[in-house]
C-alpha cells in the first residue's frame, strides 16, 4: 500500500476513534471521564494538526486549485467550530441545546471536508 494510503487509513481510524468516543461521552453524560474525554480532544487535535502539516507540506511544494483551497479552508473552519462548541459544552454545566446540535452537525461536515481536503492533498 502506498504511503498517502496509510495516511487515509491512519486518519480514517482517527476520525472512528474521535466518533466512538464522542458518542460514548454523549451516552452517558457528565461527569465525563477524564481518560477518555482528554483522548476525545487529543485524537482530534491530533487530526488538525496533520491536516495542517500536510497542506504547508503541499503549500512549498506545488501550488493548489482555488476548489482546493475552499474544501482546505471550510474544513480547517469545521474543526474551528468543532473545538469552540465542545469548550463550550465541556466547561457549561448545562450546555444550551443549540450548541449540542451544532456540534452534533458540523461533526459529520468536519469529516466530509476533511476527507475532501486530505483527498486533494494527498492525491
Not at 477524564?34 to 503541499?58: D, E, P
Amino acid at each position: 500500500m502506498s504511503e498517502n494510503g496509510l495516511r487515509m487509513i491512519g486518519v480514517a481510524v482517527a476520525f472512528l476513534l474521535v466518533f466512538g468516543t464522542g458518542f460514548y461521552l454523549t451516552h452517558f453524560g457528565r461527569p465525563y471521564g477524564v481518560a477518555l474525554f482528554t483522548a476525545h480532544k487529543l485524537v482530534a487535535t491530533g487530526i488538525l494538526v496533520f491536516l495542517g502539516v500536510n497542506i504547508y507540506k503541499i503549500y512549498k511544494t506545488s501550488a493548489l486549485g482555488g476548489s482546493a483551497w475552499l474544501i482546505i479552508s471550510l474544513a480547517v473552519l469545521a474543526f474551528v467550530v468543532m473545538i469552540a462548541s465542545g469548550s463550550v459544552l465541556s466547561a457549561v454545566k448545562s450546555a444550551p441545546t443549540v450548541i449540542a446540535a451544532i456540534h452534533k452537525v458540523v461533526s459529520y461536515m468536519t469529516v466530509l471536508l476533511a476527507i475532501a481536503a486530505f483527498y486533494l492533498l494527498l492525491e
